[in-house]
């Protein structure tokens, strides 16, 4: 594959499979049994699917746009902006009825035109303050 098709491959992944919630393209361009690194999600097709499932439960109008993206032998990264309004509780705040913008970052691995390897950062802290969460609000416990 070149950088092109790995590219486009990705591209397609996070814009379609993830921000359309298109399982169609997951299923295409996903290794059944794909190795996940991102906190939290569920290894595999399932598990990418997963995720596309709970971002379209959590905030109607959903999208993930790929703003930058390199390649570089069968490994791409990209910077993403996740976009959509809060109309579900996620991690226990909201629903808020606002709208949501939060950076991300992922890296994937391709074999034999497949993502076999993902890796994955959002900004979580970024969402949670926009979906209520209020660190003012943390209680402490005394300290001796």
Known sequence: MTDIDIADRFRRIVEDGIGRGDERVLEAYIAPDCIEHQRGNQPGLEGAKGVARALHRWMSDFSLTVEDIAVSGDVVWTRNRARGVN???????????????????????????????????ADQMGLLLQVGFDPRAVVHAPTR
């Not at 009825?97 to 950076?103: H, I, K, S």
């Open 87 to 121: 109309t579900a509780s996620v991690m226990g705040f909201g629903p808020t009825a606002g709208p949501v913008e939060v950076d991300v970052i992922d890296i994937g691995r391709f074999e034999n035109g497949m993502l076999v390897e993902h890796w994955g950062i």
